[in-house]
Nanobody, 122 residues
Framework: QVQLVESGGGLVQPGGSLRLSCAVSGFTLEYYAIGWFRQAPGKEREFVAAISRIGGSTYYADSVKGRFTISRDNAENTVYLQMNTLKPEDTAVYYC???????????????WGRGTQVTVSS
């Protein structure tokens, strides 16, 4: 059974940092690209970042480029999203998702986690 479980969310002040984790089970992580998405209240879910199967390629939304870093540890079956210089507009539920390739995970992911809440507020 494919499972993705996000963790690491919480409340942080503007300018602060958080590291999200996406732990996967039920499949071999190295065979899939992984993406992070977010959904703010009243808004549609949007793409944040993605990483290729081996980790050699990454892709970011313009709104997070230079502040967020996606990485993966296939041996630990975990993908990370390091978020720095957080802004109130980063407040959202963050989800991880799988895809066969970097392009697929950005547009039509296969499986989703349940999300973790990130709140940026003073």
């Amino acid at each position: 059974q494919v499972q993705l479980v996000e963790s690491g969310g919480g409340l942080v002040q503007p300018g602060g940092s958080l590291r999200l984790s996406c732990a996967v089970s039920g499949f071999t992580l190295e065979y899939y690209a992984i993406g992070w998405f977010r959904q703010a209240p009243g808004k549609e879910r949007e793409f944040v970042a993605a990483i290729s199967r081996i980790g050699g390629s990454t892709y970011y939304a313009d709104s997070v480029k230079g502040r967020f870093t996606i990485s993966r540890d296939n041996a630990e079956n975990t993908v990370y999203l390091q978020m720095n210089t957080l802004k109130p507009e980063d407040t959202a539920v963050y989800y991880c998702a799988t895809g066969d390739t970097l392009a697929v995970v950005r547009t039509t992911p296969n499986s989703w986690g349940r999300g973790t809440q990130v709140t940026v507020s003073s």
